[in-house]
């Protein structure tokens, strides 16, 4: 299995990566031997993957790390980077390789101090690969002094060193920054490859398979949780039923607490026990001694532990409500194909009598306001309003239609 076959439905963008792996050999040469770079070279030291989400920008930047790092000796016949079994494929996959470093954030931002880092980092030589490779997986959460802190470095790179960068849009990124990095753009994959890839990689029953990638449209991470994991089936099924649970103002107010509800009790679970082995861990290093004391000077280094921990919980929350929201809009997308007649596949198969009632009982203009008013939604989540005062808002927006 090479490195590539995790990229579903992105033909086009795998043809220009492989060729680009093709030719950082001879750009490695070039730089070593001080001789011109090959006319025509398709490596550059900067690249943005955008794409929506679940596209696989990640996964992409991976594989073309790994195929970068790739030591097969089937490179030399003319073979493609990317082999997916040398000890550069498999270190680089799986977050081994001394030249390959994959930065994710689960903060709801990337600041100055961990950009400067990362920076320093860059400016290595590789120790024991052709490249150093830095992955920037959250390049949107670059906060605008980050941005601008990580421009000096892809603006003048070290000779060796490859920055990939993955956003969901070029919008995302600043200017500045895009303008010095190739673009390769991701579309979300057909759910009949998703579905593919579930029954053939997970083992999961061609059925639910076929069912989780239509429900999530495509989204690769979503399908695959969707399918294996019944609580995130059942948080959906009740996303599914918040429709028809908004008559009146009383239903609106309770529907609301109920999904903020559960988006808080999911970071949770999610940040606990993360959270206690930090602390432990960060308490052991500072020499705490029996009983849990701990020694002078060391409070701001545990309270600055307990603001990161905060930040991640109120991420994890944000994206848990985030997702409920989406499968909202996807809800009221299936009620607009419905009462327009269109003959686009319906997502939400398994919710279809809800379907068939709210769109007999209201018109397409109020389903368009309805979707209007999740995205309303997730832009006041954005701009960091009260999760419990935009859902509410949003609510009595879908009452009122």
Same mark, same amino acid.
């Given at each position: 299995m090479t490195v590539w076959d995790d990229l579903v439905g992105q033909d086009r963008v795998q043809e220009q990566l492989a060729a680009a792996a093709r030719d950082a050999d001879a750009l490695v040469t070039a730089i070593s031997t001080g001789v011109p770079v090959p006319p025509g070279s398709k490596m550059t030291h900067a690249w943005l993957f955008t794409g929506p989400p679940g596209s696989g920008r990640s996964t992409a930047a991976r594989a073309f790390a790994a195929a970068l790092q790739c030591t097969s000796p089937d490179r030399a016949l003319g073979g493609i980077p990317g082999c997916g079994f040398c000890d550069g494929c498999h270190t680089s996959l799986v977050g081994t390789h001394a030249d390959v470093d994959v930065i994710r954030t689960d903060q709801l931002s990337i600041g100055v101090k961990e950009t400067r880092e990362l920076v320093r980092r860059a400016q290595l030589s590789?120790? =024991?690969?052709? /490249?150093?490779? =830095? $992955?920037?997986?959250?390049?949107?959460?670059?906060?605008?002094?980050?941005?601008? $802190?990580?421009?000096?470095?892809?603006?003048?790179?070290a000779?060796? @060193? $490859? /920055?990939?960068?993955?956003?969901p849009s070029l919008e995302d990124v600043l200017p500045t920054i895009r303008s010095?990095?190739?673009? %390769? @753009?991701?579309? @979300?994959?057909?759910?009949?490859?998703?579905?593919?890839? %579930? =029954?053939?990689?997970?083992? =999961?029953?061609?059925e639910r398979a076929a069912s989780a990638a239509r429900a999530t449209q495509g989204h690769i991470g979503r399908a695959r949780r969707l399918a294996t994991d019944e609580r995130a089936r059942a948080r959906r099924a009740a996303v599914l039923r918040l429709p028809l649970r908004i008559?009146? $103002?009383?239903?609106? %107010?309770?529907?609301?607490?109920?999904?903020i509800d559960t988006a808080t009790e999911e970071a949770k679970q999610v940040s606990d026990e993360v959270d206690g082995k930090e602390t432990e861990d960060m308490k052991a290093a500072l020499g705490a001694v029996a009983g849990g004391r701990m020694p002078r000077g060391t409070a701001g280094v545990m309270k600055d532990l307990e603001d990161r921990q905060k930040r991640r919980? @109120?991420?994890?929350?944000?994206?848990? #409500?985030? #997702?409920?929201?989406?499968?909202?809009?996807?809800?009221?997308?299936?009620?607009?194909?419905l009462q327009l007649g269109s003959r686009i596949a319906i997502a939400n198969l398994d919710a279809e009598d809800s379907l068939d009632r709210i769109a007999r009982s209201s018109t397409p203009e109020r389903t368009l306001r309805r979707i209007e008013a999740v995205i309303a939604c997730r832009q006041a989540l954005d701009r960091n309003v009260s999760p419990l005062l935009a859902v509410e808002a949003m609510t009595?927006? #879908?009452?009122?239609?």
């Open positions: 590789p120790a =024991i690969g052709r /490249w150093q490779v =830095i $992955v920037l997986e959250d390049a949107d959460r670059l906060t605008e002094g980050a941005g601008n $802190v990580l421009l000096k470095a892809v603006e003048e790179p000779p060796r @060193t $490859v /920055w990939l960068l993955c956003a010095r990095c190739r673009h %390769l @753009t991701l579309r @979300t994959p057909p759910v009949d490859a998703v579905a593919d890839v %579930l =029954i053939r990689r997970d083992g =999961i029953d061609p008559d009146d $103002v009383g239903g609106c %107010l309770k529907a609301a607490q109920e999904l919980k @109120t991420r994890s929350q944000r994206d848990s #409500l985030d #997702l409920a929201l989406t499968d909202l809009t996807g809800f009221y997308r299936d009620v607009l194909a009595m927006a #879908l009452r009122a239609g």
